[in-house]
């Protein structure tokens, strides 16, 4: 008897799994198809029919520094990119979504994020234009992954799942390493400082701490700390996109807008910024301006600090505009895209916040007035204990004869250098050349620069 009615539930209960799987075709299906045992499937039903009211979340508390006397903005161009109505109230829910994170990880060890109900009418490439607009505004968010879930149930309809690798605790955790690291970087800024002074603290900071990490960026794990804010600031390790990421939440907290920019360099995709100083629009990749990147080119630090959409073309391939996206559905039942899109960009066409430009020794002859110039801002520069000193020469001007006249110790004749540095010894202050030697900042296919040099002084 009792075997029979065991027997009867079950079978009542099949049926009644069976008629509300065919409506929903769902979790309770597929664990169906994966052999689950029963009280998984049960599970799987009432997430089913009932949905996100059923999720435990926890709001994430986090706050980030701010230099006292410099606003910080949200900066949000991508949110500002789209040009759909629906698509910037998913944006909104998936901005909240995202700092608010289940308490227990799944079987796959990943935390998921609050569920974000989508409308019905919104296509999976668009599901996927706002997730991406959501983390491109968002650097800070570093533990949400690029990976992501839609589902379906009777509750909510369709519904977007995003994941973290780490518990909410672990994040607070992390975050505070992170302030721990941003907080003297912001400090190193001087009251009143203008918009271009910060932005070479905040780029110079970045480029004298952080280290490339080549294989992290060899196995193309997007996972990887070395990917977001927290490898670079944190872990002093990163690829462009944590390099990227951190330039532009370190520039938006002291009150300047930054974006982050998608394309192709040397074959392979890569990330830089577009950075809005006193009005106008540049580009500037930190990245590359790291030396470490190619021991070959010495001293670069500021090859690509607010150049030009011409010049920045040289090496760089921008990535097509979001329209134009389309996503792929893969054997892996994922939509991805294989090529690179960004959001609204900026015309970058000036050269005024340039750092050569601004900075470096503009000569336009090879005479004793060259050498007074040089001779004056080897004084300015040794006060300052500055170790590079940079010289563009006219175009007009002969690459080689520069160099000669520069570098060269030709008999009883010395070098500009050597003049220079000779001079401003007399005057008390006490720096040397390395090698006495020149430093040419570009060369072959990739010269942005013509006639530009890089002269390191050392200092007792």
Known sequence: MDGK?????????????????AMTGCAA????????PFGEIMTALKYDLFG???????????????????????????????????????????????????????????????????PSSLEFDQIYIVKEAVLADH???FWVQSSYSVHNNFHDGNFLVLYSRFSAEEI???????????IPILSRIPDKAGELLRETIIHDALVDSISYDFEAAEKDDSSHEAFNVYGALVKKKAVCTGYAGSMKLLLNLVGIECRTVVGMSKNSGHMWNQVRIDGDWYN?????????????????????????????????????????????????????????????????????????????????????????????????????????????????????????????????????????????????????????????????????WTNLYAVRLIYS
């Open 284 to 448: 500037i990749d930190v990245t590359w301006d790291d030396s470490a990147i190619d021991s070959d080119i010495l001293y670069s630090r500021y090859n690509y600090f607010n150049i030009t959409d011409e010049r920045i073309a040289i090496n760089h391939k921008t990535g097509e505009d979001y329209s134009r996206m389309k996503c792929e559905y893969t054997e892996d039942e994922v939509y991805v895209t294989t090529e690179l899109y960004n959001f609204d960009l900026e015309e970058c066409t000036s050269l005024k916040a340039n750092y050569y430009e601004m900075y470096a020794l503009h000569l336009n002859a090879l005479n004793d007035a060259s050498m007074d110039i040089i001779t004056r801002k080897f004084i300015s520069s040794a006060q300052e204990r500055k170790e590079l000193i940079y010289i563009i020469f006219d175009e007009s001007i002969n690459s080689e004869e520069a160099e000669a006249w520069l570098s060269k110790n030709n008999g009883t004749t010395y070098s500009a250098l050597g003049r220079s540095l000779s001079a401003s010894n007399k005057s008390g202050s006490a720096p040397k050349i390395k090698n006495c030697s020149l430093v040419r900042m570009s060369s072959g296919d990739d010269d942005i």
């Open 29 to 36: 299906s597929e664990a169906i198809s994966a052999g689950k």
């Open 52 to 118: 996100s009211d059923d999720q435990n979340c926890r709001q994430l508390d986090l706050t980030l520094p701010v230099r006292e006397g410099f606003r910080p903005i949200g900066s949000k161009s991508a949110f500002a990119s789209l040009r759909d109505e629906t698509m910037k109230d998913v944006y909104r829910e998936i901005e909240k979504a995202i700092f608010q994170i289940s308490p227990q990880a799944g079987a796959d060890g990943l935390y998921e994020l609050k569920y974000v109900r989508l």
């Open 5 to 21: 009615i065991r027997k009867f539930r079950i079978a009542a209960v099949a049926v009644c799994l069976s008629a509300a799987l």
């Open 172 to 182: 607070s955790s992390m975050f505070d390493e992170m302030n721990r690291e941003i």
């Open 139 to 141: 650097p800070e968010a």
